[in-house]
């Protein structure tokens, strides 16, 4: 019996050894196949961010990544950027009206979509932040979000041989600092661009729209394209589109001007099949009640949009065909891209 469990000993001695001789998966570099780099789509105008400051490397790009999906940036190692942007629902968080954060607490907005945001000039639905680096520290520091301080989470990554590293891979020595930080998850935020749909193959010559998309095209650009501008969809401006009266005042939280009240970012239409429910407040579950909404449910106010001053005419036909279009925006290869998935 002695002799048995000397044996197993040993054997789980052996085990351990040799676990401990691999490399951490976290650490491994992406696969030599794995393109990383960020190229402007063809016929797409330039970036507002450039990566000059901030090259993007395969280091610094599986650094951010590990960051982007790691609970240890909130307060209770229970939420992570990922919690609320989820690679399969283009980086939204889909069914949820509001955020969820730490302690099951529910945010104020809707979790918004995260891609081509290399081309984003602000950011948040008020445009609080005006600078892609400084965007990921906002959700780590919000009580409602992650609830977490920068010194904890710097405590928390220098604790961890393996982070340190990482660190040291990507910048050149293992200090742990908010820049560091901040820069790595850019590296990989910024890289994820969606610009595989069938609407980027038609403009590419690789495919041709059906006869509903093509009528559901023109009705767009006649009535959608001032502020859903393309190739990105949006032009990023604030407007208030209408909605209902709540307690957030949108833009005019930053801005504090009256004339801001009830504006918030226009989103791009890409990806919206897998980004319901729609608006800021997640308050419209459906494409086709959005629609309703720009033909039959506009509020008016102070500052609702000129443009939205009289409901836009559609048939319940050009309904249909404007859905039709709007759906060939949705990139299937993009929301199950292994660059971006959880490491």
């Not at 054997?11 to 990383?36: A, E, G, R, Y």
């Not at 507002?48 to 599986?62: E, I, R, V």
């Not at 990105?232 to 801001?260: E, K, Q, V, Y």
Request: charged share 15%; net charge neutral; hydrophobic share 35%.
């Amino acid at each position: 019996m002695k002799n048995k469990i000397v044996s197993i000993v040993f054997l789980l001695v052996l085990i351990l050894t040799l676990w401990s001789c691999h490399t951490d998966p976290l650490l491994q570099p992406m696969p030599k196949n794995t393109d990383i780099s960020f190229v402007q789509p063809a016929n797409w105008p330039s970036p507002h961010y450039n990566f000059q400051n901030n090259t993007l490397t395969p280091d610094g790009f599986a650094l951010g990544r590990r960051l982007f999906y790691d609970t240890r940036l909130s307060i209770d190692n229970s939420i992570s950027c990922a919690s609320c942007h989820e690679q399969t629902t283009a980086f939204a968080q889909i069914d949820h009206a509001f955020s969820h954060g730490v302690r099951n607490q529910l945010g104020t907005r809707n979790s918004p979509a995260l891609f081509n945001l290399a081309w984003h000039t602000s950011f948040f639905w008020d445009g609080g932040v005006n600078h892609i680096e400084n965007q990921p520290i906002a959700p780590i520091m919000n009580p409602l979000e992650m609830d977490e301080t920068l010194p904890n989470v710097i405590s928390k990554l220098n604790a961890d041989p393996s982070y340190r590293l990482q660190f040291k891979n990507t910048f050149g020595s293992e200090e742990i600092n908010t820049q560091r930080i901040q820069k790595a998850i850019v590296q990989f935020m910024a890289a994820i661009v969606s610009n595989q749909s069938k609407y980027d193959q038609v403009k590419n010559g690789k495919a041709t729209f059906t006869a509903d998309e093509q009528a559901g095209y023109i009705l767009f650009q006649q009535k959608c394209n001032t502020c859903h501008a393309e190739p990105l969809f949006t032009d990023f401006s604030f407007r208030n589109n209408g909605l209902p009266f709540s307690l957030d005042s949108g833009r005019a939280h930053i801005t504090g001007l009256a004339s801001d009240r009830f504006k918030f970012k226009v989103p791009s239409l890409r990806n919206l099949n897998f980004t319901k429910p729609y608006m800021h407040n997640g308050s419209i579950a459906t494409l086709s009640a959005v629609l309703d909404h720009y033909t039959s449910g506009l509020v008016q106010s102070p500052t609702l949009d000129p443009l939205l001053q009289n409901p836009i005419t559609l048939s319940a036909t050009d309904k249909s065909k404007l859905i039709a279009f709007l759906n060939t925006l949705n990139d299937y290869e993009f929301v199950k891209d292994v660059r971006f998935k959880q490491p």
